[in-house]
Nanobody, 123 residues
C-alpha cells in the first residue's frame, strides 16, 4: 500500500523560506515520477514541481528560479525547497506519485497522494 506523508509547512513572511518533505513507502520509490501540487480553495490543484526517476526536474513558471525539487532515493524522501516566498504561494501542498518513470502535469495523472501540509505566506 502506497503511503505518502508530508511535513514542513508553516507560516512565514514574504521573502522567507520553507522546506517541505514527503516520506514515501509501499512502492518502488526510485522508479516513480513524483511531484508537488498546490491547492487554493476555489481553484484546481496546480502542479508546481515534478521530478522523474532520472532526477530531471520541471517547474511551474510561477516558481521557477525560486524553488528546488529533489529526491533522496536512499531515504525515500521527496523535498521541495521554497525560497523567496510570496503571498500568492499560500496554499495546501500535496506530495503525489505517478507509477511511471516520466512525469505528466495534471492531478489526474497521479494516483497516489499525501494528506497535505499548509503553507501560509504573509506580506
Amino acid at each position: 500500500q502506497v503511503h505518502l506523508v508530508e511535513s514542513g509547512g508553516g507560516s512565514v513572511q514574504a521573502g522567507g523560506s520553507l522546506r517541505l518533505s514527503c516520506v514515501a513507502s509501499g512502492y518502488p520509490y526510485s522508479a516513480y515520477c513524483m511531484g508537488w501540487f498546490r491547492h487554493v480553495p476555489g481553484k484546481e490543484r496546480e502542479g508546481v514541481a515534478f521530478i522523474d526517476n532520472r532526477q530531471n526536474p520541471t517547474y511551474a513558471d510561477s516558481v521557477k528560479g525560486r524553488w528546488t525539487i529533489s529526491k533522496d532515493n536512499a531515504n525515500h524522501t521527496l523535498y521541495l525547497q521554497m525560497n523567496s516566498l510570496k503571498p500568492e504561494d499560500t496554499g495546501m501542498y500535496y506530495c503525489a506519485a505517478r507509477d511511471t518513470w516520466f512525469c505528466l502535469n495534471g492531478e489526474g495523472h497521479f494516483g497516489y497522494w499525501g494528506q497535505g501540509t499548509q503553507v501560509t505566506v504573509s506580506s
